[in-house]
């Protein structure tokens, strides 16, 4: 799992209640919202009074890039500061994972390895400088639905083996061919026009190219290399 540089932007306000307030109306503002799941966990846990909260989206819903997830991590990192709460490394992982399989991976430094349902992790470096494109079509998909057709064995060992190795050009090469989402096949299968984000991005230079999480976003990882 790769965090990029493309975020909300959410602000908190002390309170006597826990509340959302987020300019897509599209969103949801109570229990449902992971923001909101976020502080009412985390005030089950170290008492404060409440938060109001104020969301302005820019990463697309339903587009397998883990805004809400972000967003919950964000969110209690940002309590423990307001009300000067010190929770253990070990209670707050737990109380991250308890509202989302992804939210664990936004209190990192943004590079892990992720097992389980996403909440055991393995923090990694990888030394390379590349660039990330992100193709994200107006399309919102249920990551439930994507999981609930899917079927497969568990992820095989020797793809883990090679992203736990120190990674140059000539293994990046070679990792490009490993790079596989399961997931894609049960969301083009509903979707069969996502394909033409892969295409146009292998099109346009791509090292490599696949579907963010459960869709609907597709990445491309770039690499330029200067010969002299």
Request: hydrophobic share 45%.
């Amino acid at each position: 799992m790769q965090a990029v540089d493309l975020y909300d932007n959410i602000s908190l306000e002390k309170s006597d209640r826990i509340e959302l307030v987020c300019n897509d109306t599209a969103l949801p503002t109570d229990s449902r919202n992971l923001a909101v799941k976020a502080a009412i966990a985390l005030r089950e846990n170290f008492h404060f009074p409440g938060v109001k909260i104020e969301l302005e989206k820019n990463i697309p819903m339903g587009a397998g890039l883990g805004g809400g997830s972000s967003d919950a991590a964000f969110v209690m990192r940002a309590l423990c500061k307001l009300y000067d709460l010190h929770p253990s490394y070990d209670e707050i992982s737990a109380i991250a994972a308890s509202i989302g399989s992804d939210v664990p991976f936004f209190m990192t430094t943004g590079q892990a390895l992720a097992r389980g349902r996403g909440e055991i992790l393995e923090l990694v470096t990888l030394p390379l400088d590349y660039d990330i494109i992100i193709v994200s079509p107006p399309i919102s998909i249920s990551t439930a639905e994507v999981y609930g057709g899917i079927k497969m064995d568990l992820t095989q060992k020797r793809v883990v083996h090679i992203l736990k190795t120190i990674v140059d050009f000539s293994w990046l090469l070679r990792l490009a061919i490993e790079f596989r989402n399961d997931l894609e096949e049960v969301a083009l299968a509903k979707y069969p026009n996502l394909l033409e984000l892969n295409r146009s991005l292998l099109g346009s230079g791509a090292l490599c190219s696949a579907m963010t999480g459960s869709g609907s976003s597709f990445f491309g990882i770039f690499l330029f290399l200067i010969v002299r």
